[in-house]
């Protein structure tokens, strides 16, 4: 029985090295005090009845030890594990996308080119992998151990993580959120492969439906695209080369358009208008399903070339975002 689990991506090092650091942290504290508890019961235990204890007076310098010694400590741990929380928390730009569908009891997993999986998820060693996750009903965890890598999967928003594996291999995925009678079974594999085993795999299947080309069909079928035509004096803005960039809102602040402002521009789009657009659209909550929402966020996406985050080059041309944004400001 291994003491750890395998440590297969980039971020495993980082978590196992503060891990470790706050258990000999944790160790050498409580060995330090309970062997003093022990010698100074020892020590200065009552000899007689009659005995009457020496009258103590403070010490500033033994206080002030025992403040700035703990104090720089836990000073180092913060940084720390803010860095290697920041490093979690940031994808890179040039990720390869993944989403992914949780729901009682299984993942369902969807790459860019429209593959789908189902428990199993294949990706290339040495690449950082992005998951957009969504529940259909329950909180979900998407925990694979080797990666050192555990995201909630909440109902209502998306869940972006991303992880780089480093070993080629097979590993478990596991459901880390207790969601009801075959929890346990909500596992499955994470097949890390070479970049020559990967290219065999994906052209292997039939590669389906992408996930931008089933939003595109979407986006004509709820009739997004009436309002959100791309000519000047369209009723709502225009979406092509906005995702990944700074957008400004009516109410004077600026989002960046991430999945999670599209999705929320869907589901409840009165929250934050694009200045210069009246409240007209309604919303689509329960209209469109979790994968409906993660295909039209695709869509989106695709709209803005360049690479995986949407960071349009600066030579992308986008020729019809400017009259619009100017027709918007007007
Ligand atoms: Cu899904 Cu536990």
Request: proline content about 8%; hydrophobic content about 45%.
């Amino acid at each position: 029985m291994p003491f750890f689990p395998d440590r297969a991506s980039t971020f495993a090092p980082h978590v196992d090295a503060l891990y470790i650091f706050l258990v000999l942290l944790s160790a050498f504290f409580s060995l330090l005090i309970g062997s003093l508890v022990v010698v100074f019961a020892i020590k200065y235990r009552r000899r007689s009845e009659s005995e009457v204890p020496v009258k103590v007076h403070e010490s500033g310098l033994l206080e002030m030890t025992w403040t700035v010694i703990p104090f720089l400590i836990t000073m180092v741990l913060f940084v720390w594990s803010s860095w290697v929380y920041f490093k979690i928390a940031r994808p890179p730009r040039e990720a390869l996308d993944v989403y992914v569908t949780a729901k009682q009891w299984m993942w369902k997993l969807q790459h860019a080119d429209g593959r789908m999986e189902m428990n199993e998820l294949h990706v290339p060693v040495g690449r950082a992998v992005r998951l957009t996750m969504a529940s259909k009903d329950v909180i979900h965890s998407f925990y694979v151990p080797a990666f050192r890598f555990k995201r909630d999967v909440v109902p209502g928003r998306f869940s972006t993580a991303w992880f780089e594996a480093t070993k080629p291999g097979r590993y478990h995925l596991f459901c880390a959120e207790y969601c009801g009678t075959r929890h346990s079974n909500m596992i499955g594999w994470v097949y890390v492969l070479s970049p020559a085993e990967y290219q065999a795999w994906l052209s292997g299947g039939s590669p389906g439906e992408s996930l931008a080309a089933a939003g595109a069909k979407r986006f004509v079928e709820h009739a997004c695209n009436t309002c959100h035509a791309d000519k000047p004096g369209a009723r709502g803005p225009s979406l092509n080369g906005v995702f990944g960039k700074p957008q400004r809102l009516s109410g004077g602040q600026t989002v960046i358009v991430d999945e999670a402002y599209v999705r929320e521009s869907i589901v409840n789009p009165q929250s934050k208008l694009v200045e210069g657009y009246p409240p007209i659209m309604p919303t689509y909550q329960g209209l469109v399903s979790e994968e409906g929402l993660l295909q039209l966020v695709a869509y989106v996406k695709s709209l803005s070339p360049g690479p995986a985050s949407g960071a349009a080059p600066a030579t992308a041309p986008a020729p019809p975002v400017p009259a619009e944004r100017k027709a918007g400001k007007t």
